[in-house]
Nanobody, 124 residues
Framework: QVRLLESGGGSVQAGGSLRLSCAPS????????MGWFRQAPGKVREFVAA????????YYAAPVEGRFTISRDNAKRTVYLQMNSLKDEDTAAYFC?????????????????WGQGTQVTVSS
């Protein structure tokens, strides 16, 4: 079992930036592709970004492409989501997750372990 802990959420005005972090707790952790998802009230959880184990392969959802950047520091066992030019519609709980496969994917069912989420609120 892998427990993931997100941090870095908060409230920001539209146009601002936030950086989310995700790190595992405990000693048992296998370097696997990671992803970020988000869920707004009353909406289904949606894919935001994914990154391969080595950090070279990345995927983004269309609404965040060009504004968000996913990265990872394997030495620190941490995955980041840099969010710039935030919009009202980015308001959601953001979750990091570890993929069970060897390659990054965009489907939530491919992710085995999930964090509890961190809230991002963007106001105009």
């Amino acid at each position: 079992q892998v427990r993931l802990l997100e941090s870095g959420g908060g409230s920001v005005q539209a146009g601002g930036s936030l950086r989310l972090s995700c790190a595992p707790s405990g000693r048992t952790f296998v370097t696997r592709p990671m992803g970020w998802f988000r869920q707004a009230p009353g909406k289904v959880r949606e894919f935001v970004a994914a990154i391969g184990s080595g950090g070279k392969t990345t995927y983004y959802a269309a609404p965040v492409e060009g504004r968000f950047t996913i990265s990872r520091d394997n030495a620190k066992r941490t995955v980041y989501l840099q969010m710039n030019s935030l919009k009202d519609e980015d308001t959601a709980a953001y979750f990091c997750a570890q993929n069970r496969n060897a390659v990054p994917t965009t489907a939530a069912q491919d992710y085995e372990f999930w964090g509890q989420g961190t809230q991002v609120t963007v106001s105009s």
